[in-house]
């Protein structure tokens, strides 16, 4: 069964960080791209970040651009965003989901909060 | 940035009913489109890609067609399973947007 479970979400400060990993299994997972995509309450989704399966590409919406990183760890099939100088507009659940352009598999999410 | 806009934002519609959801686009999206369907407290789920291709286990009543701007999702015969926000979703150029979200609700 293919599943990713993301995690390292929680409640930060203002200007704070914090690393979200997400954990896959069921496909090969350096064979397929990968994103994040956010979700603040009671709003829409927000495409966040792409990653190719082999790292040479890597996208960023204009809102975290210079702020967060995305990474992959294909031997350990995990896809990783670390989040820097977070503000208040960035509370939101996180989903990784995978593909190159449709999502077709997506996590249950993990909750980011900022807040003082 | 293209910008992706979904109309109606809430439709009430009946178990049976045809429903049909309009996306449009800032831009020519050619037919880089996804259709997701989400439920509360769920991740959304793929329906529809590549404007009218049919996601693996998706109910054959969702279809979705259009190019270029202007699109659209179909519901031939409401379910109950159905009663969820969809969003549509290009993947043109980035950054890949989303439009705001259909809420259909029980009439």
């Known amino acids: 069964e293919v599943q990713l479970v993301e995690s390292g979400g929680g409640l930060v400060q203002p200007g704070g960080s914090l690393r979200l990993s997400c954990a896959t299994s069921g496909f090969t997972f350096s064979t397929y791209n990968m994103n994040w995509v956010r979700q603040a309450p009671g709003t829409g989704l927000e495409w966040v970040s792409y990653?190719?399966?082999?790292?040479?590409?890597?996208y960023y919406a204009d809102s975290v651009k210079g702020r967060f990183t995305i990474s992959r760890d294909n031997a350990k099939n995990s896809l990783f965003l670390q989040m820097n100088s977070l503000r208040d507009e960035d509370t939101a659940v996180y989903y990784c989901?995978?593909?190159?352009?449709?999502?077709?598999?997506w996590g249950q999410g993990t909750t980011v909060t900022v807040s003082s | 940035d293209i910008q992706m806009t979904q109309s109606p934002s809430t439709l009430s519609a009946s178990v049976g009913d045809r429903v049909t959801i309009t996306c449009r686009a800032s831009?020519?999206?050619?037919?880089?489109l996804a259709w997701y369907q989400q439920k509360p407290g769920k991740a959304p789920n793929l329906l529809i890609y590549?404007?009218?291709s049919l996601e693996s286990g998706v109910p054959s009543r969702f279809s979705g067609s259009g190019s270029g701007t202007e699109f659209t999702l179909t519901i031939s015969s409401l379910q109950p399973d159905d009663f969820a926000t969809y969003y549509c979703q290009q993947y043109n150029s980035y950054p890949w947007t989303f439009g705001q979200g259909t809420k259909v609700e029980i009439k």
């Open positions: 590549k404007a009218s």
């Open positions: 831009q020519s999206i050619n037919y880089w």
């Open positions: 989901a995978r593909g190159g352009g449709s999502l077709d598999v």
């Open positions: 990653i190719s399966g082999s790292s040479s590409a890597i």
